[in-house]
């Protein structure tokens, strides 16, 4: 019972991390209709922020806590602005094109993002200083869920409600949704699509930035490549939750990384991989629209 | 056009007979590896080093009184190309042959000498399967099969860990597949440990907290991973977080600074196998110094593997005091040599007995050899 307990939590954990990532390809998703496979890169690059902001807290003497957060909020804040600049100038242009065209624009912004930090850092695995402290009340229960864990999944839960509340309470929530549901109705409603459409991008890019801090402090390294599996991953989870569903990617993501953990546990990790891809072929099979996803109707 | 093949062919045909002109009396070292294409940095240190061996050897009045004449040919690491090389080379009268460079090349060029009877000798080519089939009796290498490292693993932990259970991860790839393929097979032949966890784990992958927990419900003493240092890293950092004690053993490819690193304090204490720290072997310090001189840069990857092979060969060959395949291939199993990896002789099987490799602890960030 106690090691299907430690797989659960190190399910959730895992699966929760791929939620916070799968949400920026959902939400993107939902609007544009575009897959932004920048999208874990934007993980990358916040991760590598936290790791050269940590590296300048800790010269200054901060310690403790105190360095996660300050690194976490320089993430968010460089993350978002690059999820921004990367909207303005590899998709905006691109609107009313054919939908192949943001399509292939997104992977060579991914290329591109990665060689860039493969040239402007190193090629070489980094490590992470481990900036979540082992917390005393948790030594008990050390070996079961550790502390990193405990706070990645508090860290998931609060964002995702926050996320929540924003969409449903907010007038700009209500924006948002509204451009999802039909941008060229919106538009005549007076609301500034472009803008909204550039939120999306911020919001998607600021919550890859806290999985990308989360995911480095847990396990202590980063690289220029992290990003490639982990968008992977993350989009596979939002395809399974249902691509453009923010619940489902949620969904998904939960689904994904508890099938991984327990694949690895009872079978072989051998087979973790085949069990994550098969169990997405499964859902698409008798689902195709996902999970949660709803089966747009395509007018011809 | 007609023109220029007569004049090629003409220069051709006095190429040859200069060739020939020359062959009587000198003693023919064919040199064969990757010197073009992406994986000649792994074939051009060695065949530098036997040019270095050669001038030093023809200075001081050759083997056996006559002068060492070298024939160089490229395989570019393939093994298509490296039948034609090793019938080029055996046509040209090659009298032992130092390479190939790739495992794959040697393999398919080996059948080739075999039939010519031509003592080959490669210091890179770290298959198994080339000296334990004993296929080719005359094979040689001055470098340790892949499987050293795993029985020097599995040794370590039987006799100096005394460990009974053991869980045994790969990263997927041929280098820690093959690795861990042969440590499993060595645990279970030695009959005193049990082998409770064979798998492979997804390289890059996320977390590896699962696989984790899999070792320790099956309460293994020790793991012996096959991979490289990323992955190795974030292994133990993970079983450092789980409060795991299970001793950690693994490979060369994880013997690295940049293990050291990442991991950090969760380094402490883990086992890997490198090769022999040859920095108190007199004849390697004089090689690389040679190579200094000559070049002024740091040799590559192979050369001293490739220096010693040169000198093994030729001083087979003085001490045979002929270039007959049977008189050269005893001498190489019979009489030691001193070259830059060590004082060597080869087995029966071609294997070169005392090279190879040692395991190493990381204690307080660095790691230092187990005597």
Request: charged share 15%; proline share 4%; hydrophobic share 50%.
């Amino acid at each position: 019972m106690e090691y299907f307990i430690e797989l659960f939590l190190s399910g959730l954990t895992r699966g929760s991390i791929y939620a916070l990532i799968a949400l920026g390809y959902t939400m993107v998703y939902g609007i544009i209709q575009l897959i932004n496979f920048a999208h874990g890169e934007i993980y990358m690059i916040g991760a590598f922020v936290a790791l050269i902001v940590a590296g300048v807290c800790t010269i200054y003497g901060f310690a403790g806590v105190s360095v996660l957060i300050i690194a976490a909020i320089a993430a968010v804040i460089y993350a978002s602005a690059y999820g921004y600049t990367l909207e303005k100038i590899a998709y905006r242009p691109l609107r009313g094109a054919p939908r192949l065209s943001p399509l292939i624009s997104a992977i060579g912004m991914s290329i591109f993002l990665q060689n860039y930090v493969l040239l402007a850092q190193t090629s070489d695995f980094l490590p992470f200083p481990r900036l979540i402290p082992d917390f005393e009340f948790m030594e008990p229960v050390a070996h079961i869920i550790g502390s990193p864990e405990l706070v990645i999944l508090v860290t998931t839960v609060v964002t995702m409600i926050l996320l929540t509340l924003l969409i449903k309470k907010t007038k700009v929530g209500k924006a948002m949704r509204a451009t999802q549901q039909d941008m060229s109705m919106a538009r005549l409603v007076g609301i500034n699509v472009d803008r909204i459409i550039s939120l999306t991008f911020v919001i998607g890019s600021a919550l890859a930035a806290i999985g990308g801090v989360l995911v480095a402090s847990y396990i202590g390294q980063v690289n220029f490549y992290i990003g490639f599996l982990a968008g992977v991953k993350a989009f596979t989870a939002a395809v399974l939750g249902g691509i453009g569903s923010i619940p489902g990617a949620v969904l998904g993501g939960l689904v994904l990384g508890l099938t991984e953990s327990f694949a690895a546990g009872y079978v072989s990790s051998d087979y973790e991989d085949v069990f994550a891809f098969g169990l997405l072929v499964l859902i698409l099979i008798l689902r195709p629209a996902g999970i949660l996803g709803k089966a747009r109707k395509q007018k011809v | 056009m007609k023109k220029f093949t007569v004049l090629l062919s003409s220069m051709a045909l006095f190429l040859s007979l200069a060739a020939n002109g020359f062959a009587a009396d000198t003693i023919k070292l064919g040199v064969a590896g990757p010197h073009s294409g992406d994986l000649a940095p792994y074939g051009i240190p060695a065949m530098k080093a036997a040019q270095l061996v050669v001038k030093k050897i023809n200075a001081a009045g050759g083997v056996l009184g006559k002068q060492v004449e070298l024939l160089i040919q490229d395989d570019q690491c393939k093994p298509e190309i490296a039948t034609n090389t090793a019938t080029k080379l055996v046509t040209d009268g090659a009298d032992v042959v130092l390479g190939h460079i790739c495992s794959g090349a040697t393999k398919a060029a080996l059948g080739i000498y075999n039939d010519a009877r031509i003592p080959v000798m490669s210091p890179s080519a770290t298959n198994p399967g080339l000296t334990q089939t004993g296929d080719y009796p005359n094979f040689f290498r001055t470098i340790a099969s892949d499987d050293m490292q795993a029985q020097l693993a599995v040794d370590f932990a039987i006799n100096n860990l005394k460990v009974k259970k053991v869980a045994v991860l790969h990263d997927k790839g041929d280098y820690g597949k093959g690795f861990a393929e042969f440590a499993k097979k060595y645990l279970d032949e030695s009959g005193k440990v049990e082998v409770v966890l064979f798998e492979g784990i997804t390289p890059g992958a996320m977390d590896y907290s699962s696989i984790v927990q899999k070792v320790r419900r099956e309460k293994a003493e020790a793991l012996i991973f096959g991979g490289y240092h990323p992955e190795a890293s974030k292994l133990v950092s993970q079983m450092a977080r789980k409060r795991l004690k299970t001793l950690f053993i693994s490979d060369d490819g994880v013997k690295d600074a940049s293990f050291l690193k990442v991991a950090g304090a969760a380094a402490d204490g883990a086992y890997v196998t490198g090769p022999l720290d040859l920095s108190k072997v007199p004849l390697n310090a004089a090689a690389i110094a040679e190579f200094k001189a000559e070049y002024g840069a740091d040799p590559g990857a192979f050369f001293q593997e490739g220096y010693s092979a040169a000198l093994a060969l030729l001083n087979a060959i003085e001490q045979a005091g002929s270039t007959d395949y049977d008189a050269v291939t005893n001498a190489l199993r019979t009489k030691y040599v001193e070259t830059p990896v060590g004082n060597v002789k080869f087995d029966s099987k071609g294997d070169a007995e005392g090279v190879g490799f040692a395991m190493y602890k990381v204690e307080n960030g660095a790691f230092a050899e187990v005597k």
